[in-house]
Structure formats: structure tokens, C-alpha cells
């Protein structure tokens, strides 16, 4: 099994700019590919970015585009996500993702999942 470990979140005003952390541990080997995905209050888990560790692409959400960064190192599965202009509709809580496909846009495709973080954009 692979263990998902999310740090980073907190409250920021309109604007500010987050850092989120997720760390791998277990049989890390599995992991062809982790990614953020969130939940806001009532809403459904949506997917904010994705990270191919063997040809180090990348995509991301629409909404997020321009303003997310996703990094991470392939050989301690280690992820990150940068978050700058954070605005309000980017309330929610954030979720580590690992996968053993290299691409996935959608929850379906997800094997396992950290415990959450949350994120507070408010003035």
C-alpha cells in the first residue's frame, strides 16, 4: 500500500499565495503519477493538477491554469503545488493523489488519496 501525507494549507487573504506539500511513503514504486485534486463545501472533489513522474509532465484545471504550479521529484514521490492569487473560489479542502496510471483527470482513476488540508481564502 502507499501512504499519502498532505502538509501546507492554512488562511490566506485574496491575492496570497500557498505552498502545499504531499509525501509518499509505503510502496512508492506504484506510483506512476500523482496530483491535487478538491472539495469545496457541497460541491464534488474536482481535479487541480496532475504530475507524470517518467516524462515530468503536467496539466492542470482550467481555473488554476497560470496560477497553480505542480513539482515534485520522481524518486522520493515527493509533490508540491504552488499556489499564487489565491481568490476566494479556491476555498476548500485540498487532497494529495497517487495513481498507477501516468494520466488521470478524474477521481475514477485514483488509487490512493491523502487525508485532506484545508485551504481558506478570505479577507
Known amino acids: 500500500q502507499v501512504q499519502l501525507v498532505e502538509s501546507g494549507g492554512g488562511v490566506v487573504r485574496p491575492g496570497g499565495s500557498l505552498t502545499l506539500s504531499c509525501a509518499a511513503s509505503g510502496r512508492t514504486f506504484l506510483l506512476n503519477s500523482m496530483g491535487w485534486f478538491r472539495q469545496a463545501p457541497g460541491k464534488e472533489r474536482e481535479f487541480v493538477a496532475r504530475l507524470t513522474y517518467d516524462v515530468g509532465s503536467k496539466s492542470y484545471a482550467d481555473s488554476v491554469l497560470g496560477r497553480f504550479t505542480a513539482s515534485g521529484d520522481s524518486r522520493k514521490k515527493t509533490l508540491f503545488l504552488e499556489m499564487v492569487d489565491l481568490q476566494p473560489d479556491d476555498t476548500a479542502v485540498y487532497y494529495c493523489?497517487?495513481?498507477?496510471?501516468?494520466?488521470?483527470?478524474?477521481?475514477?482513476?485514483?488509487?490512493?488519496w491523502g487525508q485532506g488540508t484545508q485551504v481558506a481564502v478570505s479577507s
Open positions: 493523489a497517487g495513481s498507477r496510471s501516468r494520466v488521470f483527470v478524474g477521481v475514477g482513476a485514483i488509487d490512493y
